[in-house]
């Protein structure tokens, strides 16, 4: 006798969860729960979400009825699928090519499963030079316990909104502009020259790769240079499936989804008044708030800074892939990295 659709579909999910400690504790009662409430398509959804990983961000939303679920089923496949040292739910943040980001869970009713369509929060650390290093939050509560015991905590911290209409009042991005104008333009960079043309962004998201099925956005792939140093060949093989840019109520993320971290030098990511150049390491599969617009507002209170790698741009963010830069480390500006980003803000 041939097995069911549904158990194979369970046995594909069995397959390819997280070897090294996904299923501890209280969690598998939870999984067969889980996996009880999903239908037979929602399950072969999720099995080739798992399957196809950040390779493949097309795979729709595996959505499930809030009412009556109690715990959190993103939180639960997050970690069964992606992060098995998750602790916190509000290390997680639902990244923009969810569908059900467009409401939330109190407007829909539903809630999303499918782990691929979030990832992991950074919180800001001050370890020594040669860069700061972006992690998890620390936060001490047991995801198992919270899982288990239906841990009331706020929605909005894994749900942000995407409602873009009162963005950075009284600065950059004004409610004013029409659909049409384009809110960051992106320029492509190896060493010191400037690659192709700056590439205007109109979509509240854009990806930025190298290598990304049927992907839509900025293609660094198609940019083709004579003679290319060996180094910037070898740094654009990491590059890979590249990052998310997204513009959110609260500032612009960035989702890095390729095998390697990434650099950013934010005017916002730094402590306040500082003269020190900081550069943070974004790691693969987690995001973080490259642009904020409140912490923007009260930098354009202070005195314009200098910096050595060249001038100050409140409205500009560099983003080096694979390769750091900055105080201390070999790499002393972002024009000695290979390859690198420039997002230059529409504030017109």
């Not at 889980?34 to 929602?42: A, G, I, S, W």
């Not at 095998?259 to 599969?285: A, D, I, M, W, Y």
């Not at 354009?300 to 900055?326: E, V």
Request: net charge positive; with cysteine; aromatic share 10%.
């Amino acid at each position: 006798m041939f097995p069911s659709r549904r158990t194979c579909a369970v046995r594909r999910l069995w397959r390819n969860r997280c070897q090294n400690g996904g299923l501890q504790g209280g969690l598998k009662p939870l999984t067969h729960s889980l996996f009880k409430r999903l239908r037979e398509d929602q399950l072969e959804m999720l099995a080739r979400a798992v399957e196809a990983g950040a390779a493949e961000d097309r795979v729709g939303c595996v959505s499930l009825a809030r009412s009556g679920v109690n715990h959190w089923p993103q939180v639960l496949t997050c970690k069964l699928f992606r992060w098995p040292d998750l602790r916190c739910p509000h290390q997680l943040k639902r990244l923009c090519i969810c569908d059900c980001s467009r409401k939330s869970v109190e407007e829909s009713g539903l809630v999303c499963c499918n782990p691929y369509h979030f990832s992991r929060m950074c919180d800001p650390e001050s370890p020594p030079p040669p860069y700061s290093k972006l992690s998890p939050s620390k936060n001490q509560n047991n995801i198992d316990d919270f899982l288990e015991h239906n841990f009331a905590y706020d929605q909005r911290a894994i749900e942000p909104s995407n409602n873009t209409s009162d963005l950075w009042p009284g600065f950059g991005l004004a409610p004013h502009l029409s659909r049409e104008a384009h809110w960051c333009s992106v320029a492509y960079w190896e060493h010191r020259t400037r690659v192709g043309r700056l590439y205007a962004v109109h979509e509240p998201s854009v990806g930025v790769f190298c290598d990304l099925p049927r992907g839509n956005g900025f293609c660094l792939g198609q940019l083709h240079v004579a003679d290319r140093h060996e180094m910037v060949r070898r740094t654009r093989g990491k590059i890979g499936r590249g990052i998310l840019l997204s513009r959110e109520w609260d500032g612009v993320w960035a989702y890095n989804r390729s095998e390697h971290p990434v650099f950013v030098n934010s005017p916002t990511l730094g402590p306040p008044n500082s003269r020190r150049l900081s550069v943070h390491k974004v790691q693969p599969g987690y995001s973080v708030k490259i642009f904020d617009y409140d912490k923007a507002l009260a930098l354009q209170r202070t005195a314009i800074l200098d910096f050595p790698d060249g001038p100050y741009d409140p409205n500009s963010i560099r983003i080096s892939f694979a390769k750091g830069w900055g105080p201390c480390y070999s790499r002393q500006f972002i024009t000695s990295c290979p390859c690198w980003l420039e997002i230059l803000l529409n504030h017109s």
